[in-house]
């Protein structure tokens, strides 16, 4: 079995690579609701196409995670 320690980093890191791409996605967000009093057809062009593959990032980075705490996190802390 995998060290606990380095178990518990990985799921850290994972953690904070979700939380990072869901920080990304909401200033993104910001942008695109700012660009609605100040229009730019080739960055709202731009900004939907990097949104959207976004988003596909993170819906598969959050089943990593589950996926990982489910099957690593759990097991090596004794769940």
């Given at each position: 079995?995998?060290n606990?320690?380095?178990?518990i980093?990985?799921?850290?890191?994972?953690?904070?690579i979700?939380?990072?791409?869901?920080?990304l996605?909401?200033?993104?967000?910001q942008?695109?609701?700012?660009?609605?009093?100040?229009?730019?057809?080739?960055?709202?062009?731009?900004?939907?196409?990097?949104?959207?593959?976004?988003?596909?990032?993170?819906?598969?980075?959050?089943?990593?995670?589950?996926?990982?705490?489910?099957?690593?996190?759990?097991?090596?802390?004794?769940?």
């Open positions: 079995m995998e606990t320690e380095a178990i980093n990985n799921y850290q890191k994972l953690e904070d979700k939380n990072t791409t869901e920080s996605m909401g200033k993104i967000g942008l695109q609701v700012d660009l609605f009093n100040n229009p730019d057809k080739e960055l709202e062009k731009f900004l939907n196409e990097v949104n959207n593959d976004l988003d596909a990032t993170f819906q598969k980075i959050e089943e990593v995670v589950t996926d990982y705490e489910k099957n690593k996190v759990a097991p090596a802390r004794g769940e």
